[in-house]
C-alpha cells in the first residue's frame, strides 16, 4: 500500500489543522492506520492509531483530548483533527499503515509509511 500525506502547514498556537493520507494500492479497510511524529531533535513517536474498523483508537497521553483520528473507507483516507495546538505539536507527521487489527500502539508493526507533511505551530 503506498500512502500519501497531505495538509501540513502553519497555524498559531491555539489554532486548529486537519492532515490527511490517503492510501492506494491495497485493501485500505484491512488496516490498522497511524499517525506519527518527528519534532526537531526529537525521536519518531506514535500520536494516534485507529483500528480496520474504526472501532478503536489509540492517542499518545500528550494529545489526548485535542487530537482526533478518523478513517473513510469508501475514501481511503485517514485524518488526524488537531485542535488547541501548541508550539511543542510542531513536527514532521507521518501516516502508516500496520496489518494489525487493533488500534496498533506498537510502531515496530508499522510497515508501509507515507512520506510526511510538515506542521509549524508558532508561539
Known amino acids: 500500500v503506498q500512502l500519501q500525506a497531505s495538509g501540513g502547514g502553519l497555524v498559531q498556537a491555539g489554532g486548529s489543522l486537519r492532515v490527511s493520507c490517503a492510501a492506494s494500492g491495497g485493501t485500505f479497510s484491512r488496516y490498522a492506520m497511524g499517525w506519527f511524529r518527528q519534532g526537531p531533535g526529537k525521536e519518531r513517536e506514535l500520536v494516534a492509531a485507529?483500528?480496520?474498523?474504526?472501532?478503536?483508537?489509540y492517542y499518545a497521553d500528550s494529545v489526548k483530548g485535542r487530537f482526533t483520528i478518523s478513517r473513510d473507507n469508501a475514501k481511503n483516507t485517514v485524518y488526524l483533527q488537531m485542535n488547541s495546538l501548541k508550539p511543542e505539536d510542531t513536527a514532521v507527521y507521518y501516516c502508516?499503515?500496520?496489518?494489525?487489527?487493533?488500534?496498533?500502539?506498537?510502531?515496530?508493526?508499522?510497515?508501509?509509511w507515507g512520506q510526511g507533511t510538515l506542521v509549524t505551530v508558532s508561539s
Open positions: 485507529i483500528s480496520w474498523i474504526s472501532g478503536n483508537s
Open positions: 502508516a499503515a500496520s496489518h494489525s487489527l487493533r488500534a496498533e500502539d506498537d510502531p515496530r508493526r508499522y510497515l508501509y
